[in-house]
């Protein structure tokens, strides 16, 4: 019999972290009791927030948990625990709660999950911060917002008489409160109020019919996310997750195929620094590096952890992610992008006679095995002539993902990155990612409108 | 009820209340505690087997803190008490630096009208055995002749204790279940779900049954052109949708400018007349149901939507003085929330509503409801699983994916 064991340990610099002995301790009790995987995770988080209405603070709030997952395969059945007493004696019959419960269950195994072999190692990293979150006072960080609501406030006219427009934006990153400055939050929540204000006065009726498409950056990132990311998770092109998040339109076997143009490429990267999807280890310990899902029009690689490499007949490309200690790891993304392409944004536009630009989004969805897809434009333009003309409203592009990979004719070189929280999991996990890409050009698509 | 179980209960409370003496002595001029601790079994299928049995076990203590009428509330995910009374009295210095709330209301004093829910002996059952009913379930789905099933059940059971300055002291045990099962059937499937807080066996087998059903006759779709149809939507997919409405009704989700609700009066008609939506925790084999609220008051049924008139916000104490109103019993510490939300339901049968469709669809489940713009209510849902043309009264053939983009208003 092949016994494995695997040791984790997330915290915070600085503070006690678990007696790590107590953990091997669990390790070797797990395979005593029956158990040939063993894998005991610790975390420890901390987090801090104000509730806000305008320029008023409601609240000032705290988070923080500390506890242990445990994750054991006894006779081909996957048993998990979690407990959040940390101490000995708990983390014991948390194991033998695992081990019992998977025992329980293991008769009903047509097919024994087995884990993929991977190169475990010892390694530590962390991430540095060059302004201490713990060094700047609650006020200050309220007197940043207060700072963001004030220029919002000036930068608009307070007009209702078209309705209103609602935007949700959200900016993340590994690091420290140095970001804020980096990200210049200020002038640009100002900058982009005014022209969502713009939007909502001025918009027009997009044109109709088929015409050629601009999406930009963060609309981009959204369509990579959901339409290549998540279909490429092997854990739903196995079923693992149909009554859930739902399947996927790859299935085993399709590895090769072509799904767009040669522009069409899209990376999965944990590895960028200071990305919000940063990890150089998966919570499987294997290690992580970019992964080409589309490459050239071709599904190229999937996403996989060790149960899936397995019945892949291949190794884990390091995509196991776990949110918390109540977690078990499954497939997750982290950063994930399209390939920027070699155009200026100039030269997309030069030849569009009739077109859109469409910059950013508020509603969006996409069917449960990621091909058919819909994206309300927000902050969006009419292109006439390869120029920029006026705002619209509401524009629809409804699309498969074969039809929106295949659309594409061009990228520019820009690239830029959005944060997320992408949603997977029974229960719910939330984990941070970026999703991004250039400005790309589409060819030949039907437009729509949503009701303003 | 064991004894060692109501042992529990009355240590969980003593503890609370000594956290809150800690508290209170640090220098606070108000606060709540309230501790959490629950243990779940959950079991997962997919392709007809099990791919994990999950289980937990958790402590978490939520703390509301006041000063001079500035506001903390912390979540803590631990079992180190000594660590929550620490973490709780550090806040001092930070609330000590910000303003006074604009939601700053007293806590309010304990009502005595508080009847405890208890866990049924049903739920203690299936916490010990969800092998057995998991196999149950599939051994009811696989008397169709169907493909693949996938699914959950989940067991919780846990005891909830409230602590405030104002004198309440609070505890009630609480134990649910939830299932769902989705059915696979050539290019078809269906899904049905069951929870509540009476474990019965038949409700398994039922929800089991309704999703293979559902499965075989959508087995072989067609497509059919997008257009404007009259839609029966079944009540996992109002359902979905009220849930949405629900958490509109949050006074500070009003307030937020996150509501269809934000704008509108009390008395004025916001939805169809034919909707009524009532908030009830008292139900008590409802899943949601709770006997005391995160401000220890006692909970009640409240009519949110009375034939499309908008009747109430729902309200904590803080929302209910900014409002003028009194609170509804649905304090979240900051941002008041729906307990168990309820559609009162019609006169006719599926059948009749099917019977007087022209040109129409049953959708069945749907999923990833997005918004627009929450306060124009602009939003778009896809529809999954079965999925049914109607034609002048009856169900005439299963239909490919569909996508429904409209108002939430025009529901």
Known sequence: MKIEILMISRGLKGEPMIDETILEHIVARGVKLGANYVEVRYHKHRGSYAVTRMNKTISVGKVFSEGVAIRVLVKGSLGFASTNNVSKDSLERALEKAVSRAKAFSYMYAEPISFADAKTVTYSYEVKPVKDFNNVSIGEKIGFYKEVYNSLEASLMQSTEKGTIQRMYELGASGGLELLDKWDIVSRVAEEAKMLEKVLLKGKSPPKGKIDVILGSEIVGLMVHESAGHPSEADRILGREAAQAGESFIKKGMLGKRIGSEASTVIDDPTIPGSYGYYLYDDECVEARPKYLYKNGIINEHLHNRWTAKVFNTVSNGSARAMDYTSEPIIRMSNTYFKPGDYSFKELLEDIRVGVYIKSYMEWNIDDVRWSQRYVGLEAYLIENGEIKEPIRNPVIELTTKGFYESVDAADKSLEFHAGTCGKGEPHQGVPVWFGGPNVRLRNIVLGVAPY | ?411
Do not use: C
């Open chain 2, 1 to 411: 009820m064991s004894e060692r179980k109501v042992k529990e209960k009355d240590i969980v409370l003593e503890i609370t209340e000594k956290v809150l003496e800690e508290i209170m002595e640090a220098g606070y001029s108000e606060s709540i505690v309230s501790i959490n601790k629950s243990k779940t079994v959950m079991a997962k299928i997919a392709n007809s087997q099990p791919s994990v049995i999950q289980d937990w076990g958790e402590v978490t203590v939520s703390m509301y803190l006041a000063k001079d009428k500035r506001i903390a509330v912390v979540n803590f995910k631990t079992s180190s008490i000594e660590e929550t009374v620490k973490l709780a009295k550090k806040m001092l210095s930070e609330i000590s630096i910000i303003e006074e709330s604009e939601y700053y209301a007293p806590i309010p004093k304990p009502k005595p009208a508080y009847v405890p829910f208890t866990v049924h002996r049903s739920i203690l059952k299936a916490f010990e055995e969800p092998e057995k009913i998991i196999d149950n379930a599939l051994s009811v789905a696989f008397t169709y002749d169907i493909d693949k099933v996938a699914g959950m059940l989940e067991i919780t059971m846990g005891i909830r204790s409230l602590a405030s300055s104002t004198g309440a002291s609070l505890v009630e045990e609480y134990g649910t279940y939830e299932y769902y099962i989705r059915v696979f059937k050539g290019e078809g499937s269906g899904q049905w779900a069951s929870s509540g807080r009476i474990f019965r066996e038949e409700n398994i087998a039922e929800a089991t049954r309704i999703a293979a059903e559902y499965a075989i006759e959508s087995s072989k779709p067609e497509s059919i052109e997008p257009g404007v149809y009259d839609v029966i939507l079944s009540p996992m997919v109002m359902g979905n949708l009220l849930n949405v409405i629900g958490r509109m009704a949050s006074a500070l989700n009003v307030d937020m400018g996150f509501s269809i609700f934000t704008g509108r009066k009390i008395g004025e008609k916001v939805l169809s007349e034919k909707i009524t939506l009532a908030d009830d925790p008292i139900n008590p084999e409802s899943y949601g149901a709770v006997s005391f609220d995160a401000e220890g008051l006692p909970t009640r049924r409240n009519v949110i939507i009375e034939n499309g008139t908008l009747k109430t916000l729902l309200h904590n104490s803080k929302t209910a003085v900014k409002h003028g109103v009194e609170s509804t019993s649905n304090a979240g510490l900051i941002s008041p929330h729906p307990w168990s939300l309820e559609l009162k339901p019609g006169t006719y049968t599926l059948e009749e509503l099917i019977s007087e469709v022209k040109n129409g669809i049953l959708v069945t489940n749907n999923w990833y409801t997005r918004l627009q713009n929450y306060i124009e209510g602009s939003f778009s849902t896809i529809t999954r699983d079965a999925l049914f043309l109607v034609r002048n009264g009856r169900i005439v053939k299963a239909i490919r994916k569909l996508r429904i983009a409209d108002k939430l208003q025009n529901i």
